[in-house]
């Protein structure tokens, strides 16, 4: 990686600004219901106060507030869970930028500030100079360590670096060094796992990766399009009419590079999706049926074919893991590559909460803290929070 990190910086006595992604879910009650954005900054957040650092001033969004105070969206909830798993004292101040914000994080007497919800501006998301210059005014060094909002060009995570010298946290120098290594050198085989809903959003991956991978193995919605295009019959199965060219091109493409598309050979079908509804095992679907994962037949086809990975990038669910019997495929495929001796790679969002799910999270060689980002980063494109930052 040629960008500078934490690590290159001198921080002694110094005042730290880091961008951090605390956009934790929330309870009505507004109990944090998953931390693991609050635990995946830690190492860098001591890092930072072991090296001396006067102050650390921690900055995040949290939700849609598109732009004004939303009380529900207050980061105040995450300073308190922030100081429970730091063992630390942590000051929340209500607001982000002004003077007032700059002479209470002179006065107070902790090291760690957070500060109030970055989206409670619409500067923000506008990447207004202004507000960036405010931000860049609180300190004298810029981390960032929110891979999850390193493919938005906010005042947070390129603004800033017009006016800071910007260095990456070691959350974003992992993120960075995992996906980079499967786009450029992965260990070969080298099979890509994509699931979810949509052609439409795994397009970019697969045109970036085919020529890359050995094999592309395809589950979830975006799989039936893929069969209809084929001239399979999928019933009443998630399809996007409007991408059939679009998938009958990718499967022309991957004969032309000869590589290989696997889509499911089987099926588990219902007539409503919803819990408890009756599923039947097919390989032809009945018009009347939904397909809402993939069958046992598939499930062993694809461990077959995974079973010499070298290096597996997984992004997206093989069926609708939310439901419990209709997780058995992302479940099963996931345990499976849990007993390979391969780099495990797994795309932040839907992916993540299914590893997470099934209680997998630690046998994966990475998961991806970003959805959107890890997305972008896998397609190939320029992230304007990890461009930003200094070169080494």
């Known amino acids: 990686?040629?960008?500078?990190?934490?690590?290159?910086?001198?921080?002694?006595?110094?005042?730290?600004?880091?961008?951090?992604?605390?956009?934790?879910?929330?309870?009505?009650?507004?109990?944090?219901?998953?931390?693991?954005?609050?635990?995946?900054?830690?190492?860098?957040?001591?890092?930072?106060?072991?090296?001396?650092?006067?102050?650390?001033?921690?900055?995040?969004?949290?939700?849609?507030?598109?732009?004004k105070v939303v009380a529900r969206y207050s980061l105040k909830p995450v300073a308190l869970r922030l100081k429970e798993l730091l063992g630390e004292p942590v000051c929340f101040l209500n607001d982000c930028i002004g003077d007032d914000i700059k002479r209470e994080i002179d006065t107070v007497s902790e090291r760690v500030i957070l500060l109030e919800n970055l989206r409670f501006y619409p500067e923000e998301e506008a990447n207004d100079l202004n507000f960036s210059k405010q931000l860049a005014e609180l300190a004298e060094v810029f981390v960032n360590d929110a891979f999850g909002t390193a493919h938005r060009a906010h005042a947070s995570t390129e603004g800033v670096a017009h006016y800071l010298k910007a260095v990456a946290g070691f959350l974003l120098e992992k993120e960075i060094q995992y996906l980079d290594t499967a786009i450029k050198n992965a260990a070969k085989p080298f099979y890509v796992i994509l699931g979810g809903a949509k052609v439409s959003d795994k397009i970019g991956i697969i045109e970036n990766l085919l020529p890359k991978c050995d094999s592309i193995l395809i589950g979830g919605g975006m799989a039936y399009t893929f069969l209809k295009a084929k001239g399979e019959s999928i019933g009443n199965s998630k399809l996007e009419k409007d991408k059939l060219d679009l998938a009958r091109d990718v499967l022309g493409k991957a004969e032309k590079l000869n590589k290989e598309i696997l889509l499911p050979v089987d099926h588990i079908v219902v007539e409503k999706i919803e819990p408890g509804a009756k599923i039947e095992v097919v390989e032809e679907i009945p018009d009347s049926k939904i397909a809402v994962d993939i069958g046992p037949k598939t499930i062993n086809l694809f461990k077959e074919r995974l079973k010499d990975a070298k290096t597996i990038v997984w992004n997206g669910p093989l069926g609708i893991f939310e439901i419990?019997?209709?997780?058995?495929?992302?479940?099963?495929?996931?345990?499976?590559?849990?007993?390979?001796?391969?780099?495990?790679?797994?795309?932040?969002?839907?992916?993540?909460?299914?590893?997470?799910?099934?209680?997998?999270?630690?046998?994966?060689?990475?998961?991806?803290?970003?959805?959107?980002?890890?997305?972008?980063?896998?397609?190939?494109?320029?992230?304007?929070?990890?461009?930003?930052?200094?070169?080494?």
């Open 1 to 67: 990686m040629n960008k500078m990190t934490v690590r290159d910086v001198d921080l002694t006595n110094k005042k730290v600004l880091m961008r951090v992604d605390f956009n934790v879910p929330m309870d009505e009650n507004l109990g944090i219901t998953d931390d693991t954005r609050i635990r995946a900054t830690l190492p860098t957040i001591k890092y930072i106060l072991q090296g001396g650092a006067k102050k650390l001033i921690l900055i995040s969004h949290l939700g849609r507030p598109d732009g």
């Open 324 to 392: 419990e019997s209709f997780s058995k495929g992302t479940e099963q495929v996931a345990q499976f590559i849990t007993t390979l001796k391969a780099t495990t790679i797994i795309g932040g969002g839907d992916t993540a909460s299914a590893i997470a799910k099934f209680g997998l999270e630690e046998k994966m060689t990475h998961i991806s803290t970003g959805g959107g980002a890890s997305l972008e980063f896998l397609e190939g494109k320029v992230l304007p929070g990890i461009a930003s930052l200094a070169d080494k």
